[in-house]
Structures are given as C-alpha cells and as structure tokens.
C-alpha cells in the first residue's frame, strides 16, 4: 500500500462531541457571575486558580520530569509581589499581577540555575529548601507585616472595581483567565517541537541526548515557564483573600500538597488529568471537610486507592476504555476510505 492511501488523524468523533460539550460548559463559566452566588462565585474562583497551579506543576512533573515539592516559593514571591507593588508601587492590581508573573519568570532562572544542578530526590528537596528560603525572607520584611502578614488596604481594594459584587465578578473573570492561559500555555508548549523534546525527555533521556536535544535549556524553559504563571497565580490567590502572611503564601500544604494529590488522581502526564483531579478534589473537600483530620485521611486513602486500582489517573482510566482527547496531542495513522 502506498503512503497516498493513509491519512493523519487528531481527533476522533467522541474527542469532537466532548469538545463541544467543553465550549458549552466555558460559556457557563463566563457567565457565572450572572447566575451564581457570591460564594460560589469564589469557590469556582479557587477551583479555577487550583486548575491553573495542577496543570503548571503537571507541565514541569509530568512531562519535564522535574518533580518540585516547593513550587509554593512562586506562589507566596507572586502575593508578596502583588501586595508590595501595589501598597508601594501604585500599580493597579491587575496590572500587578502580571509584573508578579514577570517577577517569578525572572526570579526562577537563576533559581534554576542553582537547583539543576540536583538530580532526583535531591532535586525535589532542593526544592522545599528553597522555598523555605523565601518564606523566611518574606518574614523579615516588616514593612509588609513580618511573620504576621498584612491585609490589603481598603483604597487598593477599591481600585479593582466599583462597588463589591463588580469586584467579586473582576476577581473570578480574572481567575477564569488565568485557567485558560494556563491550559492554552501547557497545550501550546507540548504541541512544539519543545512539546516532542520533553516527551522524548520523559521517556528516554539519555536516548533523548543522544539525539541531540539540549535537555537543560529545555528544562529551563519549562521551568521559567511554570515559574512566572504560577507567581501570577499566587497573586490572583491573595487578591481573592485580600491578606497574606509568610506561613499562608509559602504552605506546602496548600500549594503544592494538594496540587500534587490533584494532578496524580487526575492523571499524571496528560493536559486533562489537572481538569478532572481538580472536580473530584473539590468535590471530596466540600463533602468532607466538616470531618476534621478525618478529611485528610479519607484525602489519603482515596489517593492511594487510585493508584493501586488506576496507576495513569482517573483520565487515564477513561483513555483506556474509550478514544476521547480533550486536548489532542498524539496523531494517529488511518487508512482513507475507499471510493
């Protein structure tokens, strides 16, 4: 058979019809603020900024191999960013929050720099130690509240927009913009030739090397990456809680803990995984989170549970019983139709 007779293929019927499915459900997203309440306007405001964070650290885990347990130090260098430009600075906060993103690009290259130089367990404890060094730092700067943190002044708050349900609208709108960016970045960067060096990377690395790919410069980049987004995430997170303090910007647990339970049930290594792990996080926590310590346990076992029964995600799982792509990725060989 000659090459004429076969064609490329993306996307398959099902992949279409749950795309479809996809635009009605970002329409209703965009309009939420028209028919949601005030708190579930912020509770969808944090589903999204946690979508955003999971994909991110899905990006830099799941595909660059560069397994970060301290991706909370751009998290809190993004609000501490937001506050201090605009307490001292002036700026708008919107327009503070993309300088925060700028900040955390430019900040994570020579912490990059520092920290390639781990490799493996070293390179994730590398990590954590750094982010302990900046939430230490944070803590020293008093002019914005030192250890105990400080709260946004009434002024500043203002200035997001006229009248609080406008505010409260702008900060989900914003949110909503930085989930899709995300998503649009992480799609966009595996669908370059970056996209085929970091598959190449995951799989192989010395078969990668061998091929000639610059496997540092291109960790680099992803990791620049995912640095001055999830800066620009963390300052969209504090302008929703409108205080901040060292030990909330820079927690583990919150930001990188929880992020990581979302990618692995989700499934790690696939644009869609963060997407699912992020519903199925949510749902748990708004269930069970009158439970106490329980709740995190319950958080565990589940977590657990998954990877014994499921070892590629609850995606991954539904990718093994049906031929659905969200964000197609992988290009398949099919024979053309006969006339």
Known sequence: ????????????GASRIAAALGLIVLALLVLAPYWAGRADLRLLGEVLLYLSLASLWNLLAGYAGLVSVGQQAFVGLGGYALFGLTMFGGLHPVLAVLVAGVIGGLVAMPVAALIFRLRGAYFAIGTWVMAEVFRLSAAQVSALGGGSGTSLPTPVVQSLADGRDARE????????????????VVYGVLRSRNGLALTAIRDNE?????????????????????GALTAATGALLFLQKLRISPDAAFSANDWTAFVIFIVVIGGIGTVEGPIIGVIVFFLLRETLADLGTTYLIILGMFAIGVMLLAPKGLWGMVRARSDIQLFPLRRKVVAKPKD
């Open 1 to 12: 058979m000659s090459a004429s007779q076969y064609r490329i293929v993306q996307s398959s």
């Open 169 to 184: 609208a702008l900060s989900y709108w914003l949110a909503l913009a930085m989930a899709l960016l995300a998503l649009a």
């Open 206 to 226: 010395l078969a990668a090397r061998s091929l000639g790919i610059d496997i540092w410069r291109t960790k680099f980049t992803v990791y620049v990456i995912v």
